[in-house]
């Protein structure tokens, strides 16, 4: 039976909990990663999510450019809570520095169409995702203000932590752009040092 928005528009509304609709937004960083770089569309979901295009019809009414953004909302925070609830497994400044960027590392190790979705696909000229990340990127900054007044360090100047987290994010996404987000764990001092560039004080070790 159709519902009445269905008949009046003519288009197909999808319940809240639509199981389709459900494994293509759970299938949007796989999608893009797959598309390299190009738009991504329904069907790219479809195929993505293992469902075949005539039967992802009519579903995730929203588009699949929302699909992408809110997957990389969602993602991005995901990642922002597990960097953020790193700094309390250790004591000082530089060794939280350490765990944090070590357990950033593993889960992108670990899922590397989430790296993609993460740290290339907003390079690639969106405005809406280039936005969430600056959001993020904002967030992390402040993060660090944060803990270091809790850490009681000399605190650093809000632009040189901007720089930091601004080259750490450029290094993790040229070695995600490269295919070696599986290689990121070991390549910890790599990203590190990225940090140290602009505040040589800050001594992050593996």
């Known amino acids: 039976m159709r519902m009445l928005s269905e ?20 299938s949007a960083a796989a999608a893009v990663l797959m598309n390299e770089g190009r738009e991504v569309t329904l069907a790219d979901l479809a195929a993505a999510a293992g469902i075949a295009a005539s039967k992802a019809e009519g579903h995730c009414p929203e ?35 350490t765990a944090s960027l070590q357990r950033l590392l593993r889960r992108l190790a670990d899922e590397p169409a989430m790296a993609h979705l993460c740290f290339v696909t907003p390079t690639t000229g969106d405005e809406e995702l280039r936005d969430i990340r600056e959001t993020y990127r904002g967030r992390y ?11 009681g360090a000399e605190p650093l100047p809000g632009l040189q932590l ?3 987290v601004g080259a750490v994010f450029r290094t993790i996404s040229g070695l995600v752009y490269d295919g070696r987000a599986p290689e ?21 070790t593996a």
Do not use: H, N
């Open 7 to 26: 008949v009046l528009t003519g288009a197909r509304t999808c319940v809240p909990d639509c199981a389709i609709c459900e494994r293509l937004r759970g």
């Open 184 to 204: 990121l764990p070991a390549l910890l001092e790599d990203v590190a040092g990225a940090a140290q560039v602009f505040e040589p004080r800050v001594s992050v």
């Open 63 to 97: 588009g699949a450019a929302r699909v992408v953004a809110d997957a990389y909302r969602r993602a991005a925070g995901e990642l922002f809570g597990e960097y953020a609830a790193s700094f309390r497994l250790a004591d000082s400044w530089p060794e939280k520095l």
């Open 141 to 151: 900054v402040q993060l660090l203000e944060d803990e270091q007044r809790q850490d």
């Open 162 to 164: 901007e720089l930091m």
